[in-house]
């Protein structure tokens, strides 16, 4: 299962939108894992390798890299890594495609939140 998934531009860690699946059955608490991601964007650069996994405990951060845009999302371990990858792929060409010639000029953070209520 896919319990948070972030949108951000790489050149400076900008949130662009957001989506959190809340996990009231294992009560989980997802917060600590939110400020995790936005702290891994930030870290992002050109030079970072395009696609990822990093172990969070016993969940998974995957991100997806292209066009200046990452997105990322976090998993449980058992979650497969091909289809995390795939849901990366598809949700950054969506996003590109309404989204990519705006994306160097924004300068509030969830701009697109609006992309994150209705496609993440």
């Known amino acids: 299962m896919i319990f948070?998934?972030?949108?951000?531009?790489?050149a400076d860690g900008l949130p662009l939108a957001a989506s959190i699946q809340e996990d009231?059955?294992?009560?989980?608490?997802?917060?600590?894992?939110?400020?995790?991601?936005?702290?891994?964007?930030?870290?992002?650069?050109?030079?970072?390798?395009?696609r990822c996994m990093l172990?969070?405990?016993n969940m998974n951060f995957y991100?997806?890299?292209?066009?200046?845009?990452?997105c990322l999302c976090l998993c449980e371990a058992s979650f497969?890594?091909?289809?995390?990858?795939?849901?990366?792929?598809?949700?950054?060409n969506e996003f590109y495609e309404q989204y990519g010639r705006r994306?160097?000029?924004v300068t509030r953070p969830y701009s697109f939140i609006e992309f994150g209520r209705s496609n993440m």
């Open 4 to 10: 948070l998934t972030m949108i951000a531009r790489v």
């Open 80 to 92: 497969p890594k091909k289809m995390a990858f795939g849901y990366l792929e598809d949700l950054h």
């Open 103 to 105: 994306v160097p000029t």
């Open 63 to 70: 991100y997806f890299i292209a066009q200046d845009v990452c």
């Open 55 to 57: 172990e969070a405990g």
């Open 24 to 50: 009231e059955q294992s009560g989980r608490d997802l917060q600590q894992y939110q400020s995790q991601a936005k702290r891994l964007l930030r870290k992002l650069n050109a030079q970072s390798p395009d």
